[in-house]
Antibody, heavy 124, light 107 residues
Framework: QLQLHESGPGLVKPSETLSLTCTVSGGSISSSSYYWGWIRQPPGKGLEWIGHIYYSGRTYYKPSLKSRVTISVDTSKNQFSLKLRSVTAADTAVYYC????????????????WGQGTLVTVSS | EIVLTQSPGTLSLSPGERATLSCRASQSVSSSYLAWYQQKPGQAPRLLIYGASSRATGSPDRFSGSGSGTDFTLTITRLEPEDFAVYYCQQYGNSPDTFGQGTKLEI
């Protein structure tokens, strides 16, 4: 059974960088059938797609976040990571990692496995 | 960016009843690449439907999806107590991926 688990600091100061890692178990991150993505949810609000990555390193980002976001992959550790720079209180959210199932050469897909989520609070 | 508008915002029904949730897109969703997710308090979302009408593995057959273009529907026949949750639609056919704001299904 595939499992994803987010890890990283729960508190980040304003203007600093939020860093999270997602560890994938029960399956290989190097599969050609999937991307690996990040989604966030501010407290009491809806879901926001941040971006996703292919095992080769090809990335897709939400345009409004693109200047601050980097998603990377480490196939040797079966992990992928999120960095969000220059954070503000508006970046406070539960951050989820997820597997993105795609068809052939599609640039995105549906989210069929999710981590349990981790709350990151931006505050001094 | 495609804006997804879900209606109603809140739907109040009873167990055993039928629920119909709507998701309307601001422009046509390519290849009917639309998914539905269920989220319960304190939990991650769970995939129910993908490709507008394909049921995800483990999704009960009382859940069904339909629609194309700009209008999509999630139908839950014979509501069970565990179905009361928030439901989100997501389009992944046009970059960037976007989610609807959610429909809360309450007793």
């Amino acid at each position: 059974q595939l499992q994803l688990h987010e890890s990283g600091p729960g508190l980040v100061k304003p203007s600093e960088t939020l860093s999270l890692t997602c560890t994938v178990s029960g399956g290989s991150i190097s599969s050609s059938s999937y991307y690996w993505g990040w989604i966030r949810q501010p407290p009491g609000k809806g879901l926001e797609w941040i971006g996703h990555i292919y095992y080769s390193g090809r990335t897709y980002y939400k345009p409004s976040l693109k200047s601050r976001v980097t998603i990377s992959v480490d196939t040797s550790k079966n992990q992928f990571s999120l960095k969000l720079r220059s954070v503000t209180a508006a970046d406070t959210a539960v951050y989820y990692c997820a597997r993105v199932s795609k068809y052939y050469y599609d640039t995105s897909g549906y989210l069929d496995y999710w981590g349990q989520g981790t709350l990151v609070t931006v505050s001094s | 960016e495609i804006v997804l508008t879900q209606s109603p915002g809140t739907l109040s029904l009873s167990p055993g009843e039928r629920a119909t949730l709507s998701c309307r897109a601001s422009q046509s969703v390519s290849s009917s690449y639309l998914a539905w997710y269920q989220q319960k308090p304190g939990q991650a979302p769970r995939l129910l439907i993908y490709g507008a009408s394909s049921r995800a593995t483990g999704s009960p057959d009382r859940f069904s999806g339909s629609g194309s273009g700009t209008d999509f529907t999630l139908t839950i026949t014979r509501l069970e107590p565990e179905d009361f949750a928030v439901y989100y639609c997501q389009q992944y056919g046009n970059s960037p991926d976007t989610f609807g704001q959610g429909t809360k299904l309450e007793i």
